[in-house]
């Protein structure tokens, strides 16, 4: 606005003394017109009526002058003599000539012979001396703006640059904030104004760090207290209860795999061996050797359910991959014995089942209690795996699947579904979750039904290219899309290339706003700057990141900063066991930051509830 003003200032001015210019210029070639005429018109009265003398005293002064006509009349205004030309300025473009026209007058003076009857003489200037000294003062004038112009914005520029520096740390804040970084800045600047901006900008962003901090603290210390075995800091029983019906209804990777069921016989007569520290000590260690061999699991759950039992939720993991995996516990766990002294005292029984989605936890649980109580008959350690009578139509090979999956991807025979996120408050539908079902000859399977093949057979970055190319295709008109990727997408720098050209094609294209999901389980295996920044560039093409199956299993919610999701999603039961504090804690927390809360898998006698409790966004159970 200053750069504005001044600029205005400056061609004001420039105007009114090139308007001046060209009064001045006017009333200079009107007064020396009127004062040859007068001159002339004294020399003529000496004339009289020679014709040839008068001839003579007007060519002269017509060709020593700028003149467009000099004339003489008579009494009757009949021309006597008349002398003109018609005015020429080459260098002057016809535009300016129409744009600033200069009118000179026409001077007439009486000429009054002795004794001889009244002549009038008439004299006009030339206008083009005129055009060309305006032409002349405008090229100067438009030359002197465009120098001083540009002379007083760079002064400005760097003038403003340097007293208001300190915008570019608030923008940064700013932006921060936005970013869920907490930015204080320390250097105070010497503006009072922007010093006071500072001041309430560091103390609003202290504030909600503290607020972020507190409800983070609040959360894991209750998490802890609800879900963690104190001894072991494994998941306990309670939580063993609520996840387990969430995998077996679950409509992603984790709909299909193994459980396996682990007792360390023994116990007592450990305790009275080497006493109950150092036993304690060895089921600290035990539990180590669980999370270390689970490391390389899609989304494992480890719990301890009492004393001397622990369970494994292993998705995608089949019978024979799980019973290799509980062959490498198993060999960890002998030399830990052999460290304890306990070779002769504790043996590990071990019971393996697999699971498929939708199958009652009751079938589970008694299918892995009995292979578990198998497995302790032998008094020794050792490995028992149920084999189930009936044959389930998910439980296929990798040869099968593989089969099955890629065809279904090369002849398009995947079928979108939209899972609906329904607003309570305004009872609507407001956003989908767009998954694919395999629709191709006599094979009919869901996306949860397939999905732990994906994973299995490495074909997520497929999947994700196949699901984006449809989006190209064909229009959806919906408010808001949300589709899921794999940390495989993100940690392969090809992989994510040929994911962000689509998915900013795709955004291009889509009417509603598009939002990429991803597990809490894959956001903690990748890389905290990839991922900060891999969300920062999502943002520059209007798509945001949403968080699904958040559980805050791994005791920190700092990732939630990074990420700047605009939503997380949480199971249903989860949420419901939770108590008034946690509950409380959470939604500071996600305040804090401003994520929204969309609860999954929502029963119907449950929204009653959950609207009371001031939730806003569920997707309703399957």
């Known amino acids: 606005m200053i750069s504005f003003l001044l600029l205005l200032l400056l061609a004001g001015v420039l105007t009114v003394n090139f308007v001046n210019s060209k009064s001045y210029i006017e009333e200079q070639l009107n007064m020396n017109a009127k004062n040859t005429a007068l001159a002339l018109s004294l020399s003529l009265n000496m004339a009289g009526e020679n014709k040839e003398q008068i001839k003579s005293l007007v ?50 003076v009486l000429v009054s012979p002795k004794n001889k009857p009244i002549n009038v003489l008439m004299i006009r200037a030339d206008s083009a001396i005129a055009y060309e000294q305006l032409y002349s003062l405008f090229k100067y004038t438009v030359l002197t703006f465009a120098l001083f112009g540009v002379f007083g914005l760079l002064l400005l520029h760097f003038a403003l640059k340097i007293v208001l520096k300190s915008l570019d740390k608030i923008r940064n ?33 202290k504030r909600v760090k ?13 998490q802890d207290i609800m879900y963690r ?31 396996v069921m682990i007792r360390i016989n023994g116990v007592s007569e450990a305790n009275k061996r080497i006493g109950h520290k150092k036993v304690d000590e060895f089921f600290v260690e035990f539990a ?47 030399v830990l014995t052999d460290k304890f002294n306990l070779r002769e005292t504790v043996f590990f029984s071990f019971g393996v089942t697999e699971y498929v989605r939708n199958e ?45 999956i890629t065809s279904a991807l090369k002849n398009g025979k995947l079928e979108p579904e939209l899972h609906p996120v329904v607003n309570l408050k305004k009872g609507e539908k407001v956003a989908f979750a767009l998954t694919f079902d395999i629709r191709h000859d006599a094979y009919n399977y869901s996306y949860g039904d397939y999905l732990p093949a994906i994973v299995e057979l490495g074909l997520e970055q497929d999947l994700v290219m196949y699901e984006l190319e449809y989006l190209k295709k064909h229009r959806f008109t919906h408010n808001a899309l949300s589709l899921e990727i794999f940390a495989k997408t993100l940690l392969d720098s090809n992989n994510y290339l040929l994911f962000e050209e689509s998915v900013k094609e795709v ?26 920044r891999i969300s920062y ?21 700092g990732y939630l900063k990074y990420t700047a999701p605009a939503y997380i999603k949480m199971h249903e039961s989860l949420y419901l066991d939770m108590d008034g504090g946690s509950k409380n804690a959470l939604l500071t927390l996600l305040g804090s930051l401003d994520i929204k809360l969309i609860l999954t898998g929502v029963h119907e006698e449950n929204i009653d509830e959950l609207k009371e409790e001031g939730i806003r966004y569920i997707m309703p159970a399957q």
């Open 173 to 205: 804040q700013a932006e921060g904030v936005l970013h869920n970084r907490f930015v204080i800045q320390k250097e105070m600047p010497s503006t009072t104004e922007l010093k006071e901006i500072t001041e309430v900008m560091n103390s609003m962003v």
């Open 507 to 532: 955004a291009q294209t889509i009417k509603g706003k598009l939002f990429i999901e991803i597990s809490e389980y894959d956001v903690f295996s990748l890389d905290p700057v990839v991922v900060e």
């Open 360 to 404: 009652p936890v009751s079938k589970l649980l008694a299918s892995a209690d009995y292979a578990l109580s198998d497995a302790a008959l032998f008094n020794e350690n050792h490995i028992t795996v149920f084999k189930s009578d009936k044959k389930n139509s998910l439980i296929l090979g990798k040869t099968e699947w593989r089969e099955i």
């Open 229 to 259: 075995d104190p001894l072991t800091l494994l998941f306990n029983r309670r939580y063993f209860q609520i996840k387990l019906p969430e995998y077996l209804l679950a409509n992603d990777s984790r709909s299909r795999g193994a459980l």
């Open 537 to 557: 560039s999502l943002k520059e093409y209007g798509i945001r990141f949403g968080i699904d199956r958040f559980s805050g299993e791994k005791g920190g919610y």
């Open 288 to 334: 180590e050797i669980l999370k270390k061999t689970c490391d390389t699991v899609h989304e494992p759950s480890i719990c301890r359910i009492n004393g001397t039992e622990m369970i494994l939720i292993l998705p995608v993991f089949n019978a024979e991959t799980a019973k290799e995996l509980v062959r490498s516990i198993m060999k960890n766990a002998l």
């Open 210 to 222: 503290e607020l972020f901090q507190r409800s983070s603290e609040t959360m894991k210390k209750n």
């Open 59 to 108: 060519d002269t002064i017509f060709n020593r002058g700028s003149y467009e006509l000099i004339e003489l009349q008579d009494s009757h205004r009949m021309p006597i003599y008349r002398k003109s030309k018609h005015s020429v300025s080459p260098g002057v473009p016809a535009w300016f000539k129409k744009w600033l026209p200069v009118n000179t007058a026409l001077e007439e």
